[in-house]
C-alpha cells in the first residue's frame, strides 16, 4: 500500500519519544509497511517556545536545525530517502522537509539557506502572525504583507512548495492569488462541517484548488465534525465531491496532536480510512503531482 502523509510531526515528537521503533500514532517502523511512502517531515522550531516573541529566534534557529539535523541523521543512516528534487522518490520511506510556519526566517532570503538544507516545504505562519503574514488566530487579518508576496515569489523560484495552513483567510486567498505553483494546506478541514479557526471555508478551498493545490484532511479531534474516522471520511467526501478528487488529500499531523480520532489510533490505520473514501489511488497521485510540479521548477533551473 502508498502513503503520502502532508505533515507528520517526527522531529518535534523525536525530543521526547522513540520514533524510530515506537508504536504511538507514527514511527519509522510503522512507516516500514508501506511499500511506498511520501511523509512531508514537519520541522517545527516554535516547540517549546511559543509567545516568546521575536526576540527569541536565535533560539527558533538553533531548534530548527537540531530537527532538520534529526532528518538528515536518518537518512544518513540508511532509514529514509529525503526528497530534494522531481523524481527522488524511492520504494520504502521519503521524507519532504517543511517548516511549520516562517517565524524563523529574518526575511524572505533566508529561504535560500533553509533550501540548501533540503527543504522543500514552508508554511506561511503557524498560530501567531509574523512580518509576512496573519495567522487564523489573529485579531486582524491582514493577509500577506510586502514580504510575505516576495516570499511566496521565491518559493516559486526555488521549488519550494508554499503550504497555508494555520493561516488566515485573507492570507490564503493573496497566497492563491499570486502563487505561479500549487499551494497546499497540509493539515487542514473544511469549516462548512465544523466552524473551528484551523478549518478552510469554501472560498480558501476554492482558492487552493484554482493553483492546483491540495487539501490535506487532518486528524486534529476538535477540526472534525465528530472526534472519529468518519468525521475524516467526511471531510474527504466533501472535499472530493464538492471541489473535485484531484485535490484531496490526507494530512493527519501524527505525533503533533495529543490525541488521535477514534477508529484512527495510528498511521496504519490508513488503509481503513481509504477503504471507508476509495479514491486510494487520488491521495496518493495528488500530493505526487504537486511535488513533481513544484520541485521541477528547481531542476529545470539547474540544468
Known amino acids: 500500500m502508498r502513503l503520502a502523509d502532508l505533515h507528520e510531526d517526527l522531529a518535534y515528537a523525536s525530543m521526547r519519544a522513540d520514533v524510530i521503533n515506537g508504536n504511538a ?65 524511492r520504494p520504502g520511506i521519503n521524507l519532504l522537509l517543511s517548516i511549520e510556519g516562517a517565524d ?34 489573529t485579531r486582524k487579518d491582514y493577509g500577506l504583507t510586502g514580504e510575505g508576496e516576495e516570499l511566496v515569489r521565491l518559493a516559486n523560484e526555488l521549488g519550494v512548495i508554499v503550504d497555508v495552513a494555520h493561516a488566515s483567510k485573507r492570507t490564503v486567498l493573496d497566497v492563491a492569488s499570486i502563487s505561479k505553483k500549487p499551494v497546499i494546506a497540509s493539515h487542514a478541514n ?7 479557526k484551523r478549518n478552510l471555508d469554501d472560498e480558501e478551498i476554492e482558492a487552493i484548488v484554482r493553483t492546483g493545490g491540495v487539501i490535506g484532511v487532518t486528524a486534529i479531534r476538535e477540526t472534525l465534525p465528530s472526534p472519529t474516522i468518519q468525521g475524516m471520511v467526511d471531510n474527504l467526501k466533501y472535499i472530493g ?63
Not at 533553509?114 to 496573519?134: H, K, M, P, Q, Y
Open 25 to 89: 500514532q507514527s514511527s519509522i517502523s510503522m512507516l516500514r509497511n508501506f511499500e511506498h511512502a511520501l511523509v512531508f517531515a514537519a520541522v517545527f522550531p516554535r516547540v517549546e517556545l511559543r509567545g516568546v516573541g521575536k526576540t527569541a529566534r536565535p533560539a527558533l534557529m538553533k531548534l530548527l536545525l537540531e530537527q532538520v539535523r534529526f532528518y538528515l541523521e536518518l537518512e544518513r543512516a540508511g532509514l529514509v530517502n529525503i526528497v530534494r528534487r522531481e523524481g527522488d522518490l
Open 104 to 137: 524563523v526566517l529574518g526575511d524572505a532570503g533566508d529561504l535560500l539557506l533553509l533550501r540548501e538544507l533540503g527543504v522543500r516545504a514552508i508554511g506561511i505562519t503557524w498560530n501567531e502572525d509574523n512580518r509576512f503574514a496573519s495567522s487564523c488566530m
Open 190 to 196: 473544511a469549516a462548512a462541517l465544523k466552524g473551528h
Open 241 to 303: 465531491e464538492s471541489f473535485g478528487w484531484g485535490h484531496v488529500a490526507v494530512g493527519t499531523d501524527m505525533l503533533g496532536i495529543d490525541e488521535t480520532p477514534s477508529g484512527f489510533e495510528n498511521i496504519l490505520m490508513i488503509s481503513k480510512l481509504v477503504e471507508a473514501v476509495g479514491h486510494g489511488d487520488e491521495l496518493w497521485e495528488n500530493p505526487l503531482r504537486v511535488v513533481n510540479e513544484t520541485l521541477r521548477a528547481d531542476r529545470v533551473k539547474n540544468t
